[in-house]
């Protein structure tokens, strides 16, 4: 198994230019989520989907749209990059959406926005 | 509102000693605690969790974890620290009115001195 995967693993976009940061796992879990890792700050969350066809919103969702077409893969688009958004981003998953279980992460990617 | 806190940014022990990182939470509902370890330039990966039942909670690598249901803390312990343990340690609660949300503390730098 390759667990999570995350690309690109580094980014640099310019103010107002749009991208997708992919995610994929092959555990065929059902919850997949984003998460941002700002200095200080730990993790917060998002998006999230408990499985395909359904997403929702975290702490943070603005400025990041989901989907979810398949149960492997959840992308994250930016649809107009802004400073702010510079980050270190983390998809994760886990098995089921109870309350029992962990999170598997994704090595993350660090974007910067000028 | 649920939070998570991390009240140390940093935490330096001599290696052989032992070492505490603490957590303090707030959620409505049972608490479901989580610690996750980040090495650098990598993705989270998990420690030990807090379901229900006994208060001391025995994970990966050594490491354990008390819960402390009226001080509402869910301290990480481990009685020998290695220099291997050095890294960015973070606690986690999950939503009690929401599953399938998770709040993360700011993260705790462990630094184990030989």
């Known amino acids: 198994n390759a667990g999570v995967t995350q690309t690109p693993k580094f980014q640099v976009l310019k103010t107002g230019q749009s991208m997708t940061l992919q995610c994929a796992q092959d555990m065929n879990h059902e919850y997949m989520s984003w998460y941002r890792q700002d200095p200080g700050m730990g993790l917060r969350l998002i998006h999230y989907s408990v499985g395909a066809g359904i997403t929702d919103q975290g702490e943070v969702p603005n400025g990041y749209n989901v989907s979810r077409s398949t149960t492997e893969d959840f992308p994250l688009r930016l649809l107009s990059a802004a400073p702010s958004q510079t980050s270190v981003y983390f998809c994760?998953?886990?098995?089921?959406?109870?309350?029992?279980?962990?999170?598997?992460f994704g090595p993350g990617t660090r974007l910067t926005v000028t | 509102a649920q939070s998570v806190a991390q009240p140390e940014d940093q935490v330096n022990v001599a290696e052989g000693n032992p070492l505490t990182v603490k957590c303090t939470y707030s959620?409505?509902?049972?608490?479901?605690l989580f610690w996750y370890v980040q090495y650098p330039n990598r993705g989270l990966q998990f420690l030990l969790k807090?379901?229900?039942?006994?208060?001391l909670v025995k994970g990966s690598y050594g490491f354990e974890a008390e819960f402390n249901k009226s001080q509402t803390s869910f301290h990480l312990k481990k009685p020998s620290a290695l220099v291997s343990d050095s890294a960015l340690y973070f606690c986690?609660?999950?939503?009690?009115?929401?599953?399938?949300?998770?709040?993360f503390g700011s993260g705790t730098k462990l630094n184990v001195k030989p």
């Open positions: 994760a998953s886990s098995p089921w959406t109870g309350p029992y279980y962990e999170q598997y």
């Open positions: 807090y379901i229900t039942g006994d208060n």
């Open positions: 986690a609660v999950r939503d009690g009115n929401n599953f399938n949300k998770f709040y």
């Open positions: 959620v409505s509902g049972n608490p479901y």
